[in-house]
C-alpha cells in the first residue's frame, strides 16, 4: 500500500509562486506514474500535470510554461512548482502516483490566489 501526503499549499497573491510537495511511504517504484489534479469549488476534479512511467509530460494549456512537476526518489517525493499564479488557479491540489500493482491520492492540499 502506498500513502501520498501533500503540502505546501497556502494563500499567495497573484503573480507569486509556490512549490506543492508530495511526500510517499510504502512500497513505491521509482519510476512510477506521477501526477498533479486540481479540484476548484462547485467544479469537477481536472488534471494539471502528470508524467507517465516512461517519462512522457503532459501539461494542462493553462497552467503550460508556468508549472512544472519533478521528482526527487531519492526522498520519496515529487513536487509541483507553480509560477505566476492567478486567481483562477484556486483549488484543492491532489498528488496521485500510481503502477501496476497500485494507485493512490493524496488527501489535497489548498490552493487560495488572492490579493
Known amino acids: 500500500q502506498v500513502h501520498l501526503v501533500e503540502s505546501g499549499g497556502g494563500l499567495v497573491q497573484p503573480g507569486g509562486s509556490l512549490r506543492l510537495s508530495c511526500a510517499a511511504s510504502?512500497?513505491?517504484?521509482?519510476?512510477?506514474?506521477m501526477g498533479w489534479w486540481r479540484q476548484a469549488p462547485g467544479k469537477e476534479r481536472e488534471v494539471v500535470v502528470i508524467?507517465?512511467?516512461?517519462?512522457?509530460?503532459t501539461t494542462r494549456d493553462t497552467v503550460e510554461g508556468r508549472f512544472t512537476i519533478s521528482r526527487d526518489n531519492s526522498k520519496n517525493m515529487v513536487y509541483l512548482q507553480m509560477n505566476s499564479l492567478k486567481p483562477e488557479d484556486t483549488a484543492v491540489y491532489y498528488c496521485?502516483?500510481?503502477?501496476?500493482?497500485?494507485?493512490?491520492w493524496g488527501q489535497g492540499t489548498q490552493v487560495t490566489v488572492s490579493s
Open positions: 496521485r502516483r500510481w503502477s501496476a500493482t497500485y494507485d493512490s
Open positions: 510504502g512500497s513505491i517504484f521509482s519510476a512510477d506514474g
Open positions: 508524467r507517465t512511467s516512461t517519462g512522457a509530460t
